[in-house]
């Protein structure tokens, strides 16, 4: 279909500014590697302290990558399938806020002042600016949703029996528990954290204030992932060449997102005081239960491309999976999409040993952490991400792919790498290895006394994986700013590649409304956050000062 | 739904019963379970260790930037010894390597956690949360001695 020109520019803007703040999150997250490997032995390399450089590593790729994306694509997919531009002017606002947010916590990151990782767990002290740069980019993220809603209330009004079309679905599912989720975090930083910066209030609770965060903090990984998941749903059964399984599994698994995607955050804390042990189980047991909508999606997904591959003449029982347009370069998105349900089939069963209660003391914190998210926010997240940022970025604006044999080579490349460096990653973190550390300044350093030879195989594969996602990234970045900077071919539209489903299926009414979710995900947040929240007023005695991540001090003003 | 998906539902239905069969199993029958949580009382935020019986240890562990007190803990092989960590300042991991001993140093709480050391050797502590600029020198040791040298 036609975009008018200002939401296309709107869009355009979304998806070219994370993708160049992504080259230094990209070259931060290769430093890390070589800092981790013991090759360099030092706390700063080029200007850049290890320690600042893993904050704008996790804030620039997981939550502004992720962030400008979700609400780019959502404007793209409600305009294309309600047929109708959301309001231009919330996503004008939408867009103003969310870069200066992001200007601002760059500033504080860039300068030195925020090096506290994207966990901002107080009482590190980072510079207000930091903090108000999160909630800006919050904000203008909220404010695209409530145009979008807006435009889908129309919408109900003119089509009152009809399916909600399933990539709307799935992008107003995700947008509910962001709104509902980063509530707890703007709560977190404009009446604890703020003010503690600020110096108007003298100490802060600090187990209150993680367990706000990660109220927040899991759900954000189903707001990284769910448009991957529209993605797989809408685009890849078409893309590889069949049909859509079942399309009330995938409404049912988003409806069922909602439900518990927020309250199984504890299961980040369970070696943490403040939280009782009864707690800790409930919460494993949702965070078992959101591992529901995902095995619906591993086998819809199978069954899905095994029909495509049936359909191109496969034979045999596993001969569909041979068949499938891999190396495609007019197909290029089908191969970003497998690559990342590859590697999320790794990331998902290890995020299970990650949510297994006590099982989790034998990973927690240690290098396994990142080794599990990276195949899920590094594997289909991100080549989700990229992939249509790039699919986007040259439909919307009219100009072919640059360099489609190189643009081929990224997902398979990156999904090599990351299964060496996850591999590193993982098997260093049962040997104890501690994620988020400059190991190469101690224990990576034969002339530390904390020196420990048994990490050197483990971290020099995610070195090695870490040197193969770096060279995809890069063939990455040439395509798609040669495309950027290419010249106008075509005549600039909006498209998807639609997929049609394989059976006649009849519309379930309760998986044609959000009301009776919502009422199920607050019911459940109440029973899972009201005994934590008591708990920690029990447990837990005074508050803290603020910290400098440089000096052991507490601050004063 | 056609019989397949019902199938695969029912399949991963089970999968998660028997994972969460051995959590449950684990934590009353092996006792392996997640750190206890401790209503917080200043006399944890002083470093101490007190020998209850003849193989039993009591330590109270405080994380500070950039060290553990008291970073060295001698026992004798066959010792069972009660962690009670807390922090001084900003929030501080505890993982001793090869127990499986995993916890956080929050200020204002405390967490506790039993162990059993039935072999001797040393032991490393690795503060395994960002703790600021000195993070990665922030270790200690648990020295479990054989019993013959005492």
């Known amino acids: ?557 | 739904m056609d019989r397949n998906e019902i199938k695969v539902i029912v399949i991963t239905g089970l999968l998660l019963a028997t994972f969460l069969f051995a959590v449950l199993w684990a934590a009353d029958k092996r006792h392996i379970d997640v750190p206890a949580c401790i209503p917080y009382n200043s006399k944890y935020a002083t470093s101490k260790i007190t020998q209850l019986d003849s193989n039993t240890y009591q330590v109270f562990v405080v994380a500070k930037m950039w060290q553990f007190d008291p970073a060295e803990i001698d026992v004798p092989v066959g010792s069972t010894v009660d962690f009670y960590l807390t922090s001084k300042d900003v929030t501080h991991g505890f993982n001793i390597s090869d127990k499986s001993v995993n916890m956080m140093a929050v200020f204002g709480g405390v967490t506790e956690t039993s162990v059993y050391f039935d072999k001797p050797g040393t032991y490393s502590i690795v503060c395994h949360e960002y703790c600021g600029a000195g993070h990665q020198n922030m270790t200690g040791k648990v020295v479990v001695s054989p019993k013959k040298q005492k």
């Not at chain 1, 510079?127 to 404010?143: K, Q």
């Not at chain 1, 529209?230 to 409404?251: D, E, Q």
């Not at chain 1, 007019?330 to 999320?344: D, E, H, Q, V």
């Open chain 1, 1 to 557: 279909m036609k975009i008018s020109k200002p939401l296309r520019n709107v869009i355009l803007f979304e998806l070219f500014f994370p993708i160049t703040l992504l080259t230094l999150g990209i070259y931060h997250g290769l430093m890390q590697t070589i800092y981790r490997s013991g090759l360099v032995h030092s706390a700063a390399e080029a200007h850049l302290d290890y320690y600042q450089g893993l904050t704008l590593h996790g804030v620039i790729n997981a939550i502004v990558l992720t962030t400008f994306f979700a609400v780019a694509f959502g404007h793209a997919i409600m305009a294309y399938y309600l047929k109708k531009e959301p309001d231009i002017r919330f996503a004008r606002i939408s867009l103003i806020f969310m870069v200066v947010g992001t200007l601002m916590a760059a500033y504080a990151m860039l300068s030195g002042k925020a090096s506290v990782l994207y966990t901002f767990y107080p009482p590190l002290r980072a510079d207000p600016t930091f903090y108000l740069g999160a909630v800006f980019l919050i904000v203008g993220s909220w404010i695209a949703f409530w145009g979008w809603i807006i435009l889908y209330r129309t919408w109900r009004k003119e089509h009152k029996t009809d399916k909600i079309p399933m990539a709307v679905l799935g992008n107003i599912a995700n947008f509910t528990v962001w709104q509902i989720c980063t509530l707890s975090v703007a709560v977190e930083v404009l009446v604890f954290i703020l003010p503690w910066s600020m110096g108007w209030t003298n100490t802060i609770n600090v187990a209150l204030c993680r367990t706000l965060f990660w109220f927040f903090g899991h759900a954000l990984v189903y707001f990284w992932l769910l448009p991957s998941y529209i993605m797989f749903y809408t685009f890849l059964p078409k893309l590889a060449g069949g049909k859509l399984y079942s399309g009330n599994a995938g409404r049912f698994s988003f409806m069922l997102f909602i439900i518990l995607s927020i309250p199984v955050g504890v299961h980040h804390q369970f070696g943490e005081p403040g939280i009782t042990s009864g707690t800790k189980l409930f919460q494993t047991i949702l965070t078992f239960g959101i591992t529901l909508p995902s095995f619906i999606t591993a086998f819809t997904m199978a069954a899905t491309l095994e029909y495509a591959g049936r359909k191109r003449g496969s034979k045999g029982l596993f001969g569909w999976m041979a068949k499938l347009p891999y190396l495609d370069t007019k197909n290029y998105m089908f191969g970003y999409l497998i690559c990342g349900l590859i590697l999320f089939i790794f990331g998902g069963l290890t995020g299970m040993v990650n949510a297994s209660y006590s099982l989790n003391s034998m990973v927690h914190n240690t290098s396994w952490v990142p080794g599990h998210f990276h195949m899920t926010v590094a594997g289909p997240v991100y080549l989700a991400i990229i992939g249509m940022t790039l699919y986007l970025t040259s439909k919307l604006s009219g100009k072919p792919v640059r360099f489609p044999n190189l643009n081929i080579m990224v997902p398979y490349l990156w999904c090599i790498g990351i299964l060496i460096f996850s591999y590193g990653l993982m098997s260093g973190g049962l040997l104890g290895e501690p994620r988020r550390t400059n190991l190469g300044l101690t224990y990576l350093n034969p002339a530390s006394s904390q020196y420990r030879p048994d990490w050197i195989p483990s971290t020099a594969f995610a070195l090695i994986g870490g040197i193969i996602m770096t060279l995809s990234a890069l063939c990455y970045f040439i395509t798609f700013f040669g495309t950027v900077f290419s010249k106008r071919k075509e005549e600039p539209i909006l498209e998807f590649p639609d997929s049609e489903l394989l059976h006649n299926e009849p519309t379930i009414g309760i998986l044609n409304r959000f009301a009776p979710w919502v009422i199920m995900m607050i019911i459940v947040l109440l029973l899972a956050y009201i005994p934590a929240i008591m708990n920690i007023s029990q447990y837990i005695g005074p508050g803290a000062q603020p910290f400098s991540p440089n000096n052991p001090v507490p601050m004063t003003f």
